[in-house]
C-alpha cells in the first residue's frame, strides 16, 4: 500500500522518484537592476550573483546580466560553477581564523564549536552554506556591497590551509607540528639524579 503525503493527493512513492535530488546547493545572492544610458534614453538590464557548492567543500561565485531575472540567474550558476574551488575544513568548521578580503569589504572568518551554527550576515552565509560549513563565527567589516562580501569570504576560504596541507607544504612529517599530550619537551627535563 503506498503511503500518501497528509493533506495532498500524492503519493510518498511517486513523489520520491519524480523529484530529482540536486546535486549543487545554489543560492541567489543579489538580483539588481542597472541601467546603461544610451543615446535613445536608458537600456535596463538585470545583474544576478550566485553561489554554488556541493555543500562537501568544492564553491564558487558568478555573475550574470541579462534583460530577464531568470536568464541572468542562469548566466551566474553556470559562471559560479566554473569557477569551483575547494576549501580546506575541519570537521564542520575551518581549520583556523583569517581575513578575506576584496575592494573595499574586509570578512573575519573563526572556527567555532560544534553545534554553534553559523553566526553571518546574509551573504557570508549563503558562501559559508553552499561549502558545508556549519559551525563559523564571521564579521563583515568595511563595505557592505553584496558581492564584495561574497568575493571576500571566498578569498578568505582560499587561503584556508589544515595540517596536511602545511606539513606537504614545508616538506616535514605531521607530527612535527603536533605536540604529544604527556611528553614533555628536551629543554625541560629535569630528572632528579638516581
Same mark, same amino acid.
Given at each position: 500500500?503506498?503511503?500518501?503525503?497528509?493533506? %495532498?493527493?500524492?503519493?510518498?512513492? /511517486?513523489?520520491? +522518484?519524480?523529484?530529482?535530488?540536486?546535486?549543487?546547493?545554489?543560492?541567489?545572492?543579489?538580483?539588481?537592476?542597472?541601467?546603461?544610458?544610451?543615446? /535613445?534614453?536608458?537600456?535596463?538590464?538585470?545583474?544576478?550573483?550566485?553561489? +554554488?557548492?556541493?555543500?562537501?567543500?568544492?564553491?564558487?561565485?558568478?555573475?550574470?546580466?541579462? %534583460?530577464?531575472?531568470?536568464? =541572468?540567474?542562469?548566466?551566474?550558476?553556470?559562471?559560479?560553477?566554473?569557477?569551483?574551488?575547494?576549501?580546506? #575544513?575541519?570537521?564542520?568548521?575551518?581549520?583556523?581564523?583569517? #581575513?578575506?578580503?576584496?575592494?573595499?569589504?574586509?570578512?573575519?572568518?573563526?572556527?567555532?564549536?560544534?553545534?554553534?551554527?553559523?553566526?553571518?550576515?546574509?551573504?557570508?552565509?549563503?558562501?559559508?552554506? =553552499? =561549502?558545508? &560549513?556549519?559551525?563559523?563565527? #564571521?564579521?563583515?567589516?568595511?563595505?557592505?556591497?553584496?558581492?564584495?562580501? =561574497?568575493?571576500? #569570504?571566498?578569498?578568505?576560504?582560499?587561503?584556508?590551509?589544515?595540517?596536511?596541507?602545511?606539513?606537504?607544504?614545508?616538506?616535514?612529517?605531521?607530527?612535527?607540528?603536533?605536540?604529544?599530550? /604527556?611528553?614533555?619537551?628536551?629543554?625541560? &627535563?629535569?630528572?632528579?639524579?638516581?
Amino acid at each position: 500500500m503506498l503511503e500518501r503525503e497528509p493533506g %495532498s493527493g500524492i503519493s510518498r512513492a /511517486g513523489l520520491e +522518484a519524480t523529484v530529482p535530488i540536486p546535486e549543487f546547493i545554489e543560492r541567489v545572492i543579489e538580483v539588481k537592476r542597472v541601467s546603461k544610458v544610451v543615446k /535613445g534614453g536608458k537600456r535596463m538590464r538585470i545583474s544576478a550573483t550566485v553561489v +554554488a557548492g556541493d555543500g562537501k567543500g568544492h564553491i564558487g561565485v558568478g555573475h550574470g546580466k541579462a %534583460s530577464e531575472v531568470a536568464q =541572468a540567474v542562469r548566466k551566474a550558476s553556470l559562471r559560479a560553477k566554473k569557477s569551483f574551488f575547494l576549501v580546506s #575544513t575541519k570537521g564542520n568548521t575551518i581549520p583556523h581564523a583569517v #581575513t578575506g578580503k576584496y575592494s573595499a569589504s574586509r570578512v573575519l572568518l573563526k572556527p567555532a564549536s560544534t553545534g554553534t551554527g553559523l553566526v553571518a550576515c546574509p551573504k557570508v552565509r549563503a558562501v559559508l552554506e =553552499a =561549502a558545508g &560549513i556549519k559551525d563559523c563565527l #564571521t564579521k563583515s567589516l568595511g563595505s557592505n556591497n553584496s558581492y564584495n562580501i =561574497a568575493i571576500a #569570504t571566498l578569498n578568505g576560504l582560499r587561503r584556508l590551509r589544515n595540517l596536511e596541507q602545511i606539513a606537504r607544504f614545508r616538506n616535514k612529517p605531521i607530527s612535527h607540528f603536533v605536540m604529544k599530550k /604527556g611528553v614533555e619537551s628536551e629543554g625541560d &627535563i629535569s630528572q632528579e639524579p638516581d
